[in-house]
């Protein structure tokens, strides 16, 4: 097969600028059910939610186990010591196909898509990348005091002190009042969360991305079924009860618990290969990189971090927000989703078709990678009306603890 050399003619158009056995393109895309966390994942690790999607991935797509080149995981919380290398083990691929984890708090499971897309430019090859977050078996974290004694604390320092450190709560707050975003607005975004997730159930939308996991044994050896779906959409959540919430992080003041995503276990990973390779696989369709960007921002206002990237993306690109198709912004936040899609002129109502973490819960490390199996999914459900001289455009975006966001831009290409 001979290499594409000609430069991309635009993102509206079938050309990339890179040759076709450097070109990164998503394959296949699978994640866990997202489950709060303590509740019906809590029995399993980090390594035990991620090994049967590195699994099924395999199967999927006919990947040799022995050809995919490495691993690349991204987790926030765990117990370190390379959750990347033991899942992938765990899964059965063989010992000499090493892993590697990555940290980029929230962002961690973008992140390592991103990595692994940057890998397949440098060299082509094939990876499994994507995020895992085990939140109910996270291990207790502490410091030393000057005497050896544990002194425990909830969470790492994201920033120092004299840039301010916030809760996460607290700079959705401060994300709120910076950029006007009201209670009503917040609660209206939640809700509709909520009843699109709900709607997705129903209609079985989440079925084909989602890999059954073992549910936890009984009192006997039998095991109790599997867990098979998410558990975080509220069918009854209404308005009347959307006003009932207080504040839960600052007095007076507008995020509550209605309007914040609530922790969750799960995990989410994709297969990345050239699209030379991807030919070659037999593949019919996936999400082309076409490009990803990462930018820092005060941390105070730690929220908007994924509008910084998603900025710079767009213009880099030379894409306008109204030309992307599909949009899937993380949302730890209601406040924080909205102040970032005011800023890029994208309608709240075009993002997050069948509901995001407001709904499905925040599996931190993973979450990043759960968008992107979100826009492989919702690319392959749209109906084939769409004009065949622009291939849809697709955006994950997701804000980052510390004052960073990454976005990527991918196009749904048929192959």
């Known amino acids: 097969m001979s290499k594409s050399t000609e430069p991309s003619p635009g993102p509206g158009c079938r050309g990339f600028q890179l040759p076709d056995d450097r070109q990164p393109v998503i394959i ?8 709060r966390a303590n509740g019906a994942l809590k029995h399993l690790r980090s390594h035990e939610l991620l090994a049967p999607v590195l699994t099924a991935l395999l199967a999927e797509t006919g990947v040799d186990a022995g050809e995919v080149a490495d691993v690349v995981i991204g987790n926030a919380v765990g117990a370190g010591g390379n959750v990347a290398r033991l899942a992938a083990l765990e899964a059965g691929l063989p010992v000499t196909v090493p892993g590697l984890t990555v940290d980029r708090q929230c962002g ?30 996270a291990p207790l974290r502490a410091h030393r005091d000057d005497d050896g004694e544990p002194a425990f604390f909830s969470r790492a320092q994201f920033a120092p002190h004299s840039h301010g450190d916030p809760d996460m709560g607290v700079a959705a707050e401060n994300v709120a009042r910076e950029y006007g975003i009201s209670r009503a607005r917040q609660d ?10 709900v709607a997705a159930q129903a209609k079985g939308t989440f079925a084909g991305e989602t890999v059954a996991l073992p549910a936890a044994a009984g009192s006997g050896p ?8 998410d558990d975080g959409p509220r069918p009854k959540l209404s308005e009347a009860l959307m006003a009932r919430f207080p504040a839960a992080f600052v007095e007076s003041g ?24 991807a030919r070659e696989l037999g593949a019919a369709d996936g999400l082309a990189v076409l490009g990803t960007e990462t930018a820092g921002v005060e941390p105070q206002l730690l929220g908007v971090g994924a509008a910084a990237a998603a900025s710079r993306l767009l213009a880099s690109q030379a894409v306008d927000a109204a030309d ?28 997050n078709a069948d509901g995001g973490a407001l709904a499905l819960g925040h599996a931190y490390g993973a979450s990043g990678a759960v968008l992107v199996t979100r ?25 980052i603890a510390g004052g960073m966001g990454t976005a990527a831009l991918l196009r749904h290409i048929r192959l």
């Open 28 to 35: 296949a895309a699978l994640r866990t059910p997202v489950c």
């Open 108 to 137: 961690s499971g973008l992140d390592a898509i991103v990595l692994a897309s940057q890998l397949v430019a440098a060299g082509g090859g094939t990876y499994l990348a994507g995020g895992v977050e085990s939140i109910s078996t």
């Open 188 to 197: 209206e975004f939640a809700l509709r969360s909520h009843r699109r997730a």
């Open 222 to 229: 039998a095991a109790l079924g599997a867990v098979t779906t």
């Open 254 to 277: 507008t995020v509550t618990a209605g309007n914040s995503c609530f922790d969750a276990d799960g995990a989410a990973a994709v297969v990345i290969t050239s699209l030379a390779r």
């Open 324 to 351: 992307v198709d599909l949009v899937e912004f993380n949302e730890a936040f209601a406040s924080q989703t909205l102040a970032c899609l005011d800023h890029l002129g994208i309608d709240a109502l075009r993002a």
């Open 375 to 399: 826009l492989l999914a919702q690319a392959r459900q749209e109906p084939g009306q769409i004009a065949a001289a622009r291939e849809r455009l697709a955006l994950a975006m997701i804000s």
